[in-house]
């Protein structure tokens, strides 16, 4: 597993996302980016939680590990190995 997609899982489980739940994120999260031009983490934070995620606190580090995932394109389906992957780290 590339280090940034496996950076990134480890953090969004560390963060309490259940690895059925992460695509889904993922992809709410890529829709708000879309949806908001300047990025603004508190924006984008609000939109997240409005689609759901009450639990989860969008931050920098976060937010720019999704970003550099996309413009790497290893944000794809993630799999149940890959969680378990990251548990067993």
Do not use: C, P
């Amino acid at each position: 597993m590339e280090l940034l997609k496996r950076t990134l899982l480890k953090r969004l489980i560390n963060k309490g996302i259940e690895g059925k739940s992460i695509t889904a994120f993922i992809r709410d999260v890529t829709n708000s980016i879309s949806d908001n031009k300047e990025n603004d983490i508190k924006r984008l934070d609000g939109k997240i939680k409005s689609l759901g995620w009450d639990n989860f606190e969008l931050d920098e580090y976060t937010f720019q590990l999704v970003i550099a995932n996309l413009e790497t394109k290893t944000i794809g389906r993630y799999h149940r190995q890959d969680y378990w992957q990251i548990l067993a780290l």
